[in-house]
């Protein structure tokens, strides 16, 4: 499966974005998937993650209650809202597949796309 994101920007604090990441090759149906955010100078960390069907999501607890993600099956397409935005929230953001449960591992993820940038900045 080839995953592609999009929707990244500039915001400033309290704004929101919305993130999609469009999949080809595959039905994303049969693939968990996850959104991870890199920060400069900073490892990679998860953000949050959704079952196949949809009907479990976990988050990462700084963007709890923040973000939300979803999925799209008729546009096969994963999105991540993003409500009342941080300046700690700027970061590289990607979008991951994998065909078993992998949870926050991001060794677990197979399959990425390039990555959208966010930055949160007044």
């Known amino acids: 499966v080839q995953l592609q994101a999009s929707g990244g920007g500039l915001a400033q604090p309290g704004d929101s974005l919305r993130l999609s990441c469009i999949a080809s090759?595959?039905?994303?149906?049969?693939?968990?998937m996850a959104w991870f955010r890199q920060a400069p100078g900073k490892e990679r960390e998860f953000v949050a993650f959704?079952?196949?069907?949809?009907?479990?999501?976990r988050y990462e607890d700084s963007v709890t209650g923040r973000f939300t993600i979803s999925r799209d099956s008729a546009k096969n397409t994963v999105y991540l809202e993003m409500n009342r935005l941080k300046p700690e929230d700027t970061g590289v953001y990607s979008c991951?597949?994998?065909?078993?449960?992998?949870?926050?591992?991001?060794?677990?993820?197979?399959?990425w796309g390039q990555g959208t940038q966010v930055t949160v900045s007044s």
């Open positions: 090759g595959r039905t994303l149906s049969s693939y968990y």
């Open positions: 991951a597949a994998s065909t078993a449960y992998s949870g926050s591992r991001v060794r677990g993820y197979a399959f």
């Open positions: 959704i079952t196949g069907n949809g009907d479990i999501t």
